[in-house]
């Protein structure tokens, strides 16, 4: 859900800067740097997460990374999935969720890409559910449900200057 908001307050301040003139990106930049050193001054937040992920696996239930000018590429290896939320800006990445297992029927995954790209493999069988959007880049959902297996993904989010694509 804060990718949402993310990408909704993005918007509202593009819109903005074009209205009034304004240099948003010289601002976004600042913004982001001086959230930057903050993080760090503070020691707040999972700052491992922030730069990148590297290569790797995870075994967690439920998967949550924001990733700024980073990249993530890891294998989920749990065999309770409960869902996801990824963020990325300015950065990309691959999670291969192809081998979890899950004991619900419905799941929530949440991917926002902003200026950069992400790519999730989902298990075979699973049906998807694509509500995201693409602005000013691609939201695609290329998985196949050839056998029923009775779990539902429900895929949110957006991709702005950016793209999501979700295979199996």
Same mark, same amino acid.
């Given at each position: 859900?804060? %990718?949402?908001?993310?990408? +909704?307050?993005?918007?509202?301040?593009? /819109?903005?800067?074009?209205?009034?003139?304004?240099?948003?990106?010289?601002?976004?930049? *600042?913004?982001i740097v001086i959230w930057i050193g903050?993080?760090?001054? #503070?020691?707040?937040?999972?700052?491992?997460?922030?730069?990148?992920?590297?290569?790797?696996?995870?075994? =967690?239930?439920?998967?949550?990374?924001?990733?700024?000018?980073?990249?993530?590429? #890891? &294998?989920?290896?749990?065999?309770?999935?409960?869902?996801?939320?990824?963020? #990325?800006?300015?950065?990309?990445? =691959?999670?291969?969720?192809? %081998? !979890?297992?899950? &004991?619900? #029927?419905?799941?929530?995954i949440d991917l926002v890409a902003i200026? +950069?790209?992400v790519k999730l493999r989902l298990p075979? /069988?699973?049906? !998807?559910?694509? =509500?995201?959007?693409?602005?000013?880049? %691609?939201?695609?959902? &290329?998985?196949?449900?050839? *056998?029923?297996?009775?779990?539902?993904?429900?895929?949110?989010?957006? *991709?702005?200057?950016?793209?999501?694509? !979700?295979?199996?």
């Amino acid at each position: 859900m804060r %990718g949402h908001i993310i990408a +909704g307050v993005i918007i509202i301040l593009i /819109g903005l800067s074009i209205l009034f003139g304004f240099p948003l990106f010289n601002f976004i930049f *600042a913004f982001i740097v001086i959230w930057i050193g903050v993080r760090i001054l #503070t020691g707040r937040g999972e700052m491992d997460h922030f730069w990148s992920e590297g290569k790797g696996s995870a075994s =967690e239930d439920y998967f949550r990374r924001v990733l700024i000018f980073s990249g993530i590429r #890891t &294998k989920l290896k749990t065999e309770n999935f409960e869902g996801m939320e990824l963020v #990325t800006i300015f950065g990309g990445g =691959e999670v291969d969720a192809g %081998g !979890v297992g899950t &004991k619900k #029927t419905d799941i929530d995954i949440d991917l926002v890409a902003i200026f +950069g790209g992400v790519k999730l493999r989902l298990p075979k /069988g699973w049906e !998807v559910k694509s =509500e995201g959007t693409g602005i000013l880049g %691609g939201f695609d959902n &290329k998985t196949v449900s050839s *056998a029923k297996s009775g779990v539902t993904v429900h895929l949110k989010g957006a *991709a702005i200057f950016g793209g999501v694509e !979700v295979v199996n």
